[in-house]
């Protein structure tokens, strides 16, 4: 376990991105927000696409390339950009958005170029934001984009020329015993109490919480 990935931080994330990125790499970040990752990239060429029009004021004073828009349509010509970023947009998608979003990052992605999408999963703080429509896991782009994966569909397939370069999961430690913590009851207490040492020893319990997947376009 890679204990960097154990957090809801986004730079240990944003850090994958950013090492696809090259000297001369043409590079959009879908859903920029506040330009977190263009900030953490240093890069002031990215091109930022945001459909929240009070963010793109706040984009536009630091970056010369800002557009505002909606998903899934990408105001880009084909083959322009050798990385597309996008972080923990795609849970506020209905299907059909997310299907038709990959069908223009396919259009828009160069040939040997990376998409990478950060998302979370399933678990019981999923639901805390109210614009979480559903997670969708990565098995998703595979199918929808790479070869050897098109049982089962209920659309077209995308494309099969994809590779997944990387998938990295993002951890929360699930603690347990913590509703005994307080009891006054004796048995309650040592179990809590060797629970801990336990858990101090490095006997601990995850959760997958998410993912960043690299799927690279062939040539």
């Known amino acids: ?21 090259g000297p001369k790499s043409t590079v959009l ?7 977190n990752f263009a900030d953490f990239c240093n890069q002031k060429n990215i091109y930022l696409f945001e459909g929240n029009p009070s ?12 557009y505002l828009g909606r998903l899934p349509e990408l105001p880009f010509d084909d083959t322009f950009f050798d990385v597309i970023h996008m972080s923990h947009v795609i849970e506020h998608l209905q299907p059909q958005e997310v299907y038709d979003t990959l069908k223009e990052f396919d259009r828009c ?3 040997g170029g990376a998409i990478v999408i950060s998302a979370p999963l399933m678990w019981e703080g999923f639901y805390d934001d109210l614009s979480h ?7 998703i782009f595979q199918k929808y984009l790479c070869s050897g994966f098109c049982d089962n569909l ?19 430690e699930k603690k ?11 048995i309650s207490k040592v179990t809590f109490q060797a629970y801990e040492f336990l858990r101090k020893k490095g006997f601990k319990k995850y959760q997958k919480t998410g993912y960043t997947i690299v799927l690279r376009k062939g040539k």
């Not at 077209?156 to 997944?164: F, L, M």
């Not at 347990?176 to 004796?186: A, G, I, V």
């Open 176 to 186: 347990m015993f913590y509703t005994l913590k307080r009891s006054k009851n004796l």
């Open 133 to 139: 429509i559903k997670p969708y896991n990565p098995f």
């Open 109 to 111: 992605c160069k040939p």
């Open 154 to 172: 209920t659309r077209e397939p995308i494309a099969k020329n994809y590779t997944v370069e990387k998938l990295q999961y993002r951890f929360l």
């Open 29 to 35: 970040d879908v859903g920029a927000g506040n330009g």
């Open 55 to 66: 963010s793109i004021k706040s984009l536009e004073a630091n970056y010369k390339n800002v």
């Open 1 to 21: 376990m890679n204990e960097k990935f154990v957090t809801h931080s986004r730079e240990p994330f944003f850090q994958i991105g950013k090492d696809l990125i």
